[in-house]
T-cell receptor, first 115, second 114 residues
């Protein structure tokens, strides 16, 4: 158990819909990262938050947005869903430092299926 | 920008034998960290081992060791005495200070044969 909690574990929805994925980081971790893992694109970095503020942005679509709340949990919002958005979405947390403390602790992922 | 290359999409190893999973990286930064993660079929990502760019000795964690060759920009994972439970996908990743994200390779699927 990594200590990172993601909900829901599985989600099936239709094209055009909107979903929200939730992540609670490990106790004490200030950084939250979102990654998308699809079969044809590997593990793609979406966005990072550190203590409530956006720190880094990757290949995140404009239809996607995220935020980190004062209690450090984070939400990833996916809207106008397309078939290609079907993927495993990981949340990870870290202390936020460098060196070995840069290791990521991953949640179990939220598997999104868009029909 | 950082780039991780894992050239072995799939590998097979006999139980109890050692196996090396290749990873090469590219970065212009002098300070960076290299990580290996394991993803079993159940889907979760598990941290295995870390190597810092200034570490003079290769990292070891139990049956895992990292063969770090800085001049060649390689960070190969060596798994000794393979077990059936080692069958999984393995990802090499890099992180540089203040970059935020970790960059991952495409992964190598390891199958351990009994």
């Amino acid at each position: 158990d990594s200590g990172v909690t993601q909900t829901p574990k599985h989600l099936i929805t239709a094209t055009g819909q909107r979903v929200t994925l939730r992540c609670s980081p490990r106790s004490g971790d200030l950084s939250v990262y979102w990654y998308q893992q699809s079969l044809d694109q590997g593990l793609q970095f979406l966005i990072q938050y550190y203590n409530g503020e956006e720190r880094a942005k990757g290949n995140i679509l404009e239809r996607f947005s995220a935020q980190q709340f004062p209690d450090l949990h984070s939400e990833l919002n996916l809207s106008s869903l397309e078939l290609g958005d079907s993927a495993l979405y990981f949340c990870a947390s870290s202390v936020g430092g460098v060196g070995k403390t840069g290791e990521l602790f991953f949640g179990e992922g939220s598997r999104l299926t868009v029909l | 920008a950082q780039k991780i290359t894992q050239t072995q999409p799939g590998m097979f190893v006999q139980e109890k034998e050692a196996v090396t999973l290749d990873c090469t990286y590219d970065t212009s930064d002098q300070s960076y960290g290299l990580f290996w993660y394991k993803q079993p079929s159940s889907g979760e990502m598990i941290f295995l081992i870390y190597q810092g760019s200034y570490d003079e000795q290769n990292a070891t964690e139990g049956r895992y060791s990292l063969n770090f060759q800085k001049a060649r920009k390689s960070a190969n994972l060596v798994i000794s005495a393979s077990q059936l439970g080692d069958s999984a996908m393995y990802f090499c990743a890099m992180r540089v200070p203040n970059a935020g994200k970790s960059t991952f390779g495409d992964g190598t699927t390891l199958t351990v044969k009994p």
